[in-house]
């Protein structure tokens, strides 16, 4: 891991002095680029994988609705996630690869924003999203999907400067 940021400073931003919870405040903090890149997993069966790869889904292109469906997602962020600021999303980016050895799809998303704090939760958002899509439009034909693995690779742009967790 690769930070340029506070790696000492451990305090708590979304809680005050009093300890109760805390919007933090963004305000004075300059406008930056910044982007953030999340990946999860969704392990399924390999009939499962054959079907979504022959296009058989009886829900249809289920690929091509859970990118859209990760892509809205994003753009909610803010109204699910309680202390999250709206942002301005310049671009966010759904890909979904199949991984026939692991008997997976691969969800990566890449979100960006020019604005006063992180694009992190939007990238997570959009990864999440999607595979709840993935796992909503196959299981009627596999009850043993698993969700996993989903997590924050990297983020660049802030104070804290750029960070590659992969």
Do not use: W
């Amino acid at each position: 891991m690769t930070n340029h940021g506070k790696e000492n400073d451990l305090s708590l931003t979304h809680i005050n002095e009093q300890g109760a919870v805390n919007m933090v405040d963004v305000g004075n903090k300059p406008i930056t680029d910044r982007e953030a890149v999340a990946v999860g997993h969704v392990v399924v069966r390999p009939k499962t994988l054959e079907l979504i790869q022959q296009g058989l889904m009886k829900k249809g292109d289920v690929v091509t609705i859970a990118q859209l469906a990760g892509i809205m997602g994003a753009k909610q962020t803010a109204n699910l996630i309680p202390l999250c600021h709206p942002l301005p999303l310049n671009k966010v980016d759904v890909q979904i690869d199949i991984d026939p050895a692991a008997n997976r799809l691969v969800v990566t998303s890449t979100a960006s924003t020019s604005s006063k704090t992180g694009v992190e939760m939007e990238a997570l958002m959009a990864v999440s999203v999607a595979c709840l899509t993935l796992y909503d439009m196959c299981k009627a034909v596999d009850h043993n999907i698993q969700i996993d693995q989903v997590r924050l690779l990297r983020k660049t742009g802030g104070q804290s400067g750029d960070i590659f967790l992969e």
